[in-house]
């Protein structure tokens, strides 16, 4: 009797913004907006730092990961997003939605380990400048950037492979825009504790470590370009990575607002701040990586002169 009432549940309905049709098509358009400025400027950022041979060095090396990254990350939920604000009925097979958690619960950790990588990057490009090319050399920068992708990816393979364990037998509606692993588990009819023991335990290293890491490093960074004798010289250092520690700071910025949030507990209010923070949620998926191409094309010089370089050659070749 109990194997028939639990029935196997084979789609999912993605809720969004189906109490809100009037403002899904002005969403649509500014979601596109942004995901095409997102496509067309990491697009462009992995272009110049193939082509250009001045940037092949770690650090645009690993810019090109993060772009490429950007783009993958984005790419796995904004075209379901997209499609779903022109659905009336939103549905998502449970494999597909499976496949879609992965992708976004894998990139996400990349990147926070990928910005730690670049921050030990800028830190022995200035704390350690003389030996820069040999503790940064291309035996050492691959397998760091490949790390950050195994890692990411080994990551959501156990979280995504704990999640489609459990029992779904019940309501198979998604309080989101994408299968958002939260709300997926908040969906299961048993215990998930492991799970959100073991999402505790990934936050804590995917997100906690790199922070420190990051904080640390920055620290010596900072210490080390005080010490520099000449206003210029202390100018020049710290532009070096001002455009990582920019992006940095709004990555984490946003998740720390995500987080730190006052929940309301005006029942009123509820619907209110239910589709706000599903707005914010899918808003800070797209801000970091729109914002990214923008701030290291306006920080950094030789990423200026190679996207007028790119855009010259395409002149002459017209």
């Known amino acids: 009797m109990e194997a028939s009432n639990q029935s196997a549940v084979t789609e999912f309905v993605l809720l969004g913004l189906s109490a809100h049709p009037k403002l899904e098509k002005t969403f649509f358009v500014l979601i596109l907006s942004m995901y095409l400025m997102i496509l067309l400027g990491n697009g462009v950022l992995i272009l110049v730092t193939i082509l250009d041979s001045r940037l092949h060095t770690p650090m645009y090396f690993f810019l090109g990961n993060l772009s490429f990254l950007d783009i993958c990350y984005t790419t796995s939920s904004v075209p379901l997003v997209l499609d779903g604000f022109l659905t009336p009925r939103k549905t ?4 597909a939605c499976t496949g879609q958690m ?9 990147e926070c380990v990928l910005l730690g990588m670049m921050a030990f990057d800028r830190y022995v490009a200035i704390c350690n400048p003389l030996r820069y090319p040999v ?17 990411g990816g080994a990551n959501s393979l156990v979280q995504i492979s704990l999640a489609v364990q459990l029992p779904f037998c019940g309501d198979n509606v998604i309080n989101h825009f994408i299968c958002e692993i939260l709300a997926v588990l908040k969906l299961a009819c048993a215990d998930i504790s492991m799970n959100v023991i073991s999402m505790g335990v990934a936050n804590v290293i995917f997100l906690g470590v790199p922070v420190l890491f990051i904080f640390v490093s920055y620290i010596f960074i900072l210490t ?7 206003a210029e010289g202390r100018k020049k250092a710290f532009s070096t990575c001002s455009a990582h520690l920019t992006v940095v700071v709004i990555f984490y910025g946003t998740i720390l607002f995500m987080y730190a949030k006052p ?7 509820a619907d209110k701040q239910d589709v706000s923070d599903k707005l914010i949620s899918l808003f800070y998926g797209l801000l970091t ?10 920080r950094n010089k030789d990423v200026k002169t190679a996207v007028r370089n790119l855009v010259a050659q395409k002149h002459v070749t017209q």
């Open 289 to 298: 990586p729109m914002l990214n191409p923008i701030i290291y094309s306006l």
């Open 102 to 110: 992965f992708l976004s619960f894998a990139m996400g950790a990349t």
């Open 92 to 95: 998502i097979s449970f494999s």
């Open 135 to 151: 503790v940064m050399s291309k035996a050492a920068y691959v397998p760091m950037a490949a790390s950050s992708w195994v890692a």
């Open 263 to 269: 929940k309301s507990k005006d029942p009123l209010g």
């Open 224 to 230: 080390t370009i005080l010490k520099i004798p000449s």
